[in-house]
């Protein structure tokens, strides 16, 4: 008895060591994919759950893709659900999206660099997040949650080719709405303070 | 190489998806292409745009916790561990007077073995420390450079070794530069590589920890760390890079060493 209750601590500290340190990145997926923040949590707890259940058909390589596969699966299992019930998706949360981002520390930033890297930030959160749901997972799992494209073809199914050209499309959309972005918020003075010309 | 196939390959290029073949082959399109040259240009501007803004979220700590409180603990297993956990000397010694028939001289040598895994556990922490430290605006580097004959000369006086810097470039390891840093509260060398977008501390100590001829890997808190011995010094590499990968580093870091210093 003594030694079952030992093993399966040792296997929840395991678990908790291996998992733990990538919750940011599942919660920001589930945040892109759900795009709202109360289903972004559900997906998140439902994904650890059952992560911890499946822990003991864990083989490895990379636990973050794993994790990141079975969030992807809660994900889409809500969208079935949904679908088949012929809920309208609530988009109405996604304003708020800009308001909660976390402080973004940079100690060595000016106060007003500061600020206009928040701005910049939060208008590329909501370009990423205007994107269809397959780019936009594509461009997520690339370029915050940082899989390689072989990791990428892991955790959404489909052939690295594949996701090549859905990152292709992805950011050739991105740009283009990142230029409109762009022109209609530029202003004289302002405009060249981003840095970021396209 | 035609346009549309530039078209898709070169976000390959940028995510340094590519070998250096094809690379190379994207590469002379985009420079004899100029509508091809300003799309790679305009994507990569794009891309360092979006590394560099706060597009992470952050997990909130009610959701946090919940999950930390999901996680079954069951009560009744967690008090005798962590008696375990944290032996008190009285305990440790009195546990071995009560319960056991093991001679003074296996007790003594299951102590020792027990202290030198803790100190080698301390030390493991403290590495991962200094590697999330020098994560943090402004403390991965103090010489940023990618030329290997800068790094090496600017450790000179400031540790007691000289450590070893290898280009593997090739490897497509990228050299950051050096920094100086504390582990066990000795000065150690940390050279910095980078390879996408995970950086590598390789720290380098004359004693740093056991002697370990041979490869011995770790993990905490996520990171990956390993650790081996080898011409009179102690290094540690650690990173959130995949084990694979950070096996492929120790091993090309390894090999450099074995060969004889080149003329340079």
């Known amino acids: ?198 | 190489m035609n346009c549309a196939e530039f078209e898709v390959l070169l976000h390959a290029l940028i995510d340094g998806e590519l070998d250096a073949g094809h690379a190379r082959d994207v590469e002379a399109h985009a420079a004899i292409c100029s509508a091809c040259g300003e799309k790679l240009a305009s994507f990569r501007a794009m891309r360092d745009a979006m590394s560099g803004a706060a597009l992470k979220e952050t997990t909130p700590a009610h959701l946090r916790n919940r999950i930390e409180a999901a996680l079954p603990v069951p009560q009744a297993r967690v008090i005798p561990m962590r008696g375990l956990l944290k032996p008190t000397r009285r305990s440790f010694f009195g546990g071995f007077a009560v319960g056991s028939a093991l001679s003074a001289a296996a007790a003594a040598s299951l102590m020792l073995a027990v202290v030198r895994n803790n100190q080698e556990q301390t030390i493991t922490d403290e590495v991962v420390s200094a590697h999330i430290r020098s994560l943090q605006a402004g403390h991965l580097i103090d010489v940023a450079t990618s030329d290997q004959h800068t790094v090496k000369p600017w450790f000179n006086g400031r540790v007691d070794v000289a450590p070893p810097v290898v280009d593997l470039t090739a490897e497509s390891f990228t050299l950051l530069g050096g920094r100086l840093d504390y582990v066990n509260s000795e000065p150690v060398a940390a050279i910095v590589y980078q390879r996408r977008k995970h950086v590598i501390n390789l720290f380098v100590a004359q004693h740093l920890g056991g002697r370990h001829p041979r490869i011995v890997a770790d993990s905490v808190q996520g990171y990956n760390v390993r650790h081996w011995s080898q011409d009179g010094l102690d290094l540690w590499a650690v990173s959130d890079l995949v084990g694979d990968e950070l096996d492929e580093f120790v091993q090309k870091v390894a090999s450099a060493l074995r060969r004889p210093p080149s003329a340079s």
Not at chain 1, 155 to 174: E, H, I, K, Q, Y
Not at chain 1, 180 to 190: D, F, V, Y
């Open chain 1, 1 to 198: 008895m003594a030694s079952d209750a030992v093993a399966e601590q040792e296997r929840m500290r395991r678990f908790r060591d291996a998992a733990l340190p990538h919750l940011d990145d599942v919660y920001t997926l589930a945040r892109y994919l759900m795009r709202n923040a109360a289903d972004a949590e559900d997906a998140v707890q439902e994904c650890y759950l059952r992560a911890i259940r499946h822990f003991d058909s864990y083989r490895g390589p990379a636990m973050k893709p794993w994790l990141l596969a079975i969030l992807r699966n809660v994900c889409n299992a809500e969208f079935a659900r949904r679908s088949k019930e012929e809920l309208p998706t609530d988009y109405s949360q996604e304003e708020s999206l800009a308001e909660e981002m976390p402080m973004w520390q940079e100690p060595q930033a000016s106060p007003e660099k500061v600020m206009l890297r928040q701005q910049d930030s939060a208008t590329i959160r909501r370009l990423v997040a205007e994107l269809p749901a397959p780019f936009r997972e594509a461009i997520v799992l690339r370029e915050i949650n940082d899989l390689s494209y072989q990791e990428i073809a892991e955790v959404t199914g489909v052939p690295v080719g594949t996701v090549m050209s859905r990152l292709a499309r992805a950011r050739a959309m991105l740009r283009s709405a990142w230029n409109t972005a762009e022109a209609s918020t530029a202003k004289p003075g302002s405009a060249t303070a981003s840095g970021i010309t396209l």
